[in-house]
């Protein structure tokens, strides 16, 4: 919106050429994202705690967890209000990156705030049935995933990026659309799966999107593109400013989600995140290096498929409990030291993927 605004005021002094910048402008969201949820979080709590909006614990968890049964929960109202509307101020509104992201990141969150209301309505802490669930998290991701099919960008936009393989880009046709949607429910639940410590999934949320900020600004600039040989996608630049509105809201949320954690960002926040995530992914061509860059997500994912099927095929678990930082937990190692070696593990992943751009 102040792109819209101000830069069109250069013609009466330079100063506004800076909005011209995505640069300044990812800096501006960052910061403004930050500010909303620092200013949003003390009166979103006292609101929640006013109406007991508390968080139900499952009966299957650690013993420790039942201390936090009626903290205030549906803390991804915070995130999503602030990544949209400092979005929409330091955006490019006619970039349809930037309504694709939000539209797909507002409505996964739609569906994680119903599975939060059932809960609190019933008392429980089952909500939105898995199926229902599934469908639209499926539903949603074929809608994007055919989009882009029939609405390309350009050329490669239905072409896989195979990280180290230069020479091959296959072009999957209709199939990308079956990729996208993979990729938005399973990162989607990916997330939400890792959200169950304090600040456990905001760490490495907060790794992750910076590192496909820093990558979307690398796809969207078709110079630096070119002289690391990785896709150039056009109108790639304004996810820069998304993933710089992440990042910031993150960071905001992490100041009242931090051990001891005073709000939940529920599956409201979890959803919402792990599709932004997953759409950044999409839209700037790489979406394999996402095993790599939320490598935490996809551990706790693998630990709980690994349970299942070792405990439906022979009877016995792996892991004292799935996800596997329950399983740390009840091996006696404390919650704080659990989630800071998980955002220290996802600071590596993060920086590792980063280097790779110059390997490749």
């Given at each position: 919106m102040l792109y819209h605004f101000l830069y069109p005021l250069v013609e009466y002094h330079s100063?506004?050429?800076?909005?011209?910048?995505?640069?300044?402008?990812?800096?501006?969201?960052?910061?403004?994202?930050?500010?909303?949820?620092?200013?949003?979080?003390?009166?979103?709590?006292?609101?929640?705690?006013?109406?007991?909006?508390?968080?139900?614990?499952r009966e299957d968890v650690p013993g420790t967890h039942m201390g936090k049964a009626g903290t205030p929960t549906m803390g991804g109202l915070m995130i999503l209000t602030a990544v949209t509307v400092s979005t929409v101020l330091?955006?490019?509104l006619t970039n349809r990156f930037i309504w694709l992201t939000l539209g797909g990141t507002l409505a996964m969150g739609a569906v994680g705030f119903c599975d939060d209301y059932l809960k609190l309505r019933r008392q429980s802490s089952k909500g939105l049935a898995p199926r229902y669930k599934f469908t639209?998290?499926?539903?949603?991701?074929?809608?994007?995933?055919?989009?882009?099919?029939?609405?390309?960008?350009?050329?490669?936009?239905?072409?896989?990026?195979?990280?180290?393989?230069?020479?091959?880009?296959?072009?999957m046709g209709w199939a990308y659309a079956l990729l996208v949607m993979l990729v938005i429910v399973g990162c989607s639940n990916a997330v939400n799966l890792t959200d169950g410590l304090d600040g456990l999934a905001t760490g490495p949320?907060?790794?992750?999107?910076?590192?496909?900020?820093?990558?979307?600004?690398?796809?969207?600039?078709?110079?630096?593109?070119?002289y690391l040989q990785v896709i150039a996608v056009r109108e790639s630049s304004e996810l820069t400013v998304f993933g710089g509105a992440v990042v910031g809201a993150c960071l905001g949320f992490l100041w009242f989600n931090a051990y001891p954690a005073q709000i939940f960002m529920g599956d409201t926040g979890s959803l919402g995140l792990g599709t932004a995530l997953a759409l950044m992914a999409i839209l700037t061509k790489h979406e394999l290096l996402l095993v790599m860059i939320g490598g935490v997500f996809v551990?706790?994912?693998?630990?709980?498929?690994?349970?299942?099927?070792?405990?439906?095929?022979?009877?016995?678990?792996?892991?004292?409990?799935?996800?596997?930082?329950?399983?740390?937990?009840?091996?006696?190692?404390?919650?704080?030291?659990?989630?800071?070696?998980?955002?220290?593990?996802?600071?590596?992943?993060?920086?590792?993927?980063?280097?790779?751009?110059?390997?490749?």
């Open positions: 100063i506004f050429n800076v909005f011209r910048y995505v640069t300044f402008r990812t800096a501006g969201a960052i910061m403004t994202s930050l500010l909303l949820s620092l200013v949003l979080g003390p009166y979103i709590i006292a609101r929640l705690r006013a109406l007991h909006v508390g968080q139900q614990i330091w955006g490019n639209w998290q499926i539903l949603l991701g074929l809608a994007i995933g055919f989009y882009l099919y029939l609405v390309p960008v350009d050329g490669f936009t239905t072409r896989l990026s195979i990280p180290f393989v230069k020479w091959w880009v296959p072009d949320m907060i790794m992750a999107s910076a590192a496909y900020t820093v990558l979307a600004y690398v796809a969207g600039h078709a110079a630096i593109a070119r551990i706790e994912t693998v630990s709980v498929l690994l349970q299942v099927f070792s405990y439906k095929t022979t009877g016995r678990r792996i892991f004292r409990m799935a996800p596997i930082h329950h399983h740390y937990e009840l091996n006696g190692l404390a919650e704080p030291k659990i989630f800071v070696r998980f955002w220290i593990i996802s600071f590596l992943l993060a920086l590792i993927s980063l280097t790779t751009l110059k390997l490749r």
